[in-house]
């Protein structure tokens, strides 16, 4: 079984409509994280959760929100869905500590298509 | 601003050669980088890091070569093989901060 999860891991969704995309883990890990990565730009980093009652901005955060369920889950929500948000979403986990030289663990992905 | 760069979008290899993926950055601040490598459908795969402390790391076929003064990494995949045609990140981070910043990707394909 994968460590790290994400569902759906395709969708086609309209302009306007809300929607959301789950992570989850099963590493034990306390960090996650939601990157999207575009064509050119690799991945960026929308928010990230170092435990369940910490939330951070990323460096593209406008546009989307996220909930940290428990320490195995991390939910991305795009509020009212808009073409340009079209990519391919990741989710990552890392365990914090080793003075900051932390990996990062990824999920498959969620390829996401707004019309 | 792309603190982060890899200028090279695709690399073509014969199996059996040497592969050298390059990267630079900007943010001098940054002390510790990874290199991950992704296929298609999955996610990036963590390959190999260095410290800044370190100015190579090796680990089997792959060898990350660090220069601070110049701001510049790489990685050497020797030999290469098929199964190593795959797009590589290259990221790095302050080991004093939370975030990786990466870089475009390079899309490596190794030729039989």
């Known amino acids: 079984d994968a460590d790290v999860t994400q569902t759906p891991r395709n969708r086609i969704t309209k302009t306007g409509k809300r929607i959301m995309l789950e992570c989850s883990q099963t590493k034990g890990h306390d960090r996650m994280y939601w990157y999207r990565q575009d064509p050119g730009l690799g991945l960026r980093l929308i928010y990230y959760s170092f435990d369940v009652k910490d939330i951070n901005k990323g460096e593209i955060s406008d546009g989307y929100s996220v909930s940290r369920q428990a320490q195995a889950k991390f939910s991305l929500s795009l509020e009212s869905a808009i073409p340009n948000q079209t990519a391919l979403y990741f989710c990552?986990?890392?365990?914090?500590?080793?003075?900051?030289?932390?990996?990062?663990?990824f999920g498959p992905g969620t390829r996401l298509l707004v019309l | 601003d792309q603190q982060v760069k890899q200028n090279s979008p695709s690399l073509s290899v014969q199996e059996g050669r040497i592969s050298i993926l390059n990267c630079d950055y900007t943010?001098?601040?940054?002390?510790?980088f990874l290199w991950y490598k992704k296929y298609p459908a999955e996610g990036p795969t963590f390959l190999i890091s260095?410290?800044?402390?370190?100015d190579k790391n090796e680990d089997g076929r792959f060898t990350v070569f660090l220069n601070k003064s110049a701001k510049h990494l790489s990685l050497h995949i020797v030999p290469s093989q098929p199964g190593d045609s795959a797009v590589y990140f290259c990221?790095?981070?302050?080991?004093?901060?939370?975030?990786?910043?990466f870089g475009e990707g390079t899309q490596l394909t190794v030729n039989p």
């Open positions: 990552a986990t890392s365990v914090g500590g080793d003075l900051g030289r932390e990996t990062q663990y």
């Open positions: 990221a790095a981070k302050e080991t004093s901060g939370s975030r990786l910043t």
């Open positions: 260095i410290s800044s402390i370190k």
């Open positions: 943010n001098s601040m940054f002390d510790y």
